[in-house]
């Protein structure tokens, strides 16, 4: 049995079938859901209008001022839900509760957020620093690009972006110094070389590359890392989170 499944396993065992955010019991067809039906329906879809570009409400007044500074190859940005007190604690145990089996029920949520049919898309999850990495165990965007890998039948490619240095949390920045604090943050393998995606089995020369994260605050670090994958060669690049933060003041 691989890792993940294992700990799936476990997990299973150590917790009631239950669901993790209200506690109501699952029935026995969700029981591998750690969400109930009732709470992943309070989660707020964010819905039109917004930017075409990277999905957010439509400004008052003017162009978007959001999207104005990212890389040509970055087309695109949906995020599935508001992150607002129905999703938070959904996030938090992915990324710090050691639940990511969580995913699936995050991944339900977005599946939305991109037809995968639309041409040949691969997904690249956003990578964790080394020692976040190490302190976590699993890197959860790549955990929620399996999950939604499973649902769409389509490749992940977890090593194409590698970060090149730690960056200090996100959390109390503003747009601007989120922006300067992620610069140059991501490095991507050389699209055009021997080992290119285009020549992996099953993933087409000029494919779509889905970044995967697990929310969208500033999307200071999804256009780093979609600046990454252009330098390597990348035209098209589209951005998917679980959920995207209000940002104060900003319209
Ligand atoms: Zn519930
Ligand atoms: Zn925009």
Redesign the pocket.
Known sequence: MPPSSVRSAVERLLLPAECLLCHALLTPREADRLVCPVCRGRWKAVRPP???????PE?HFG??????E?PAALRS?RSAVWLDACARPAVHALKHGGLPRIADDLATAMLKTLSPADGASVLVPIPLAQKRLRARGYNQSETLARALARQWRIPVLPDLLVRTRETPTQTALTPDTRLANVAGAFAAEQLGGRLTPGRRPGVSRDPNYVLVDDVFTT?ATLAEAARALEQAGATNVTGITFARAAIPDFT
Do not use: T
């Open positions: 917004w930017c075409e570009r990277c999905g957010q400004p162009p978007c001022r959001l999207c104005v990212w940005v999307g």
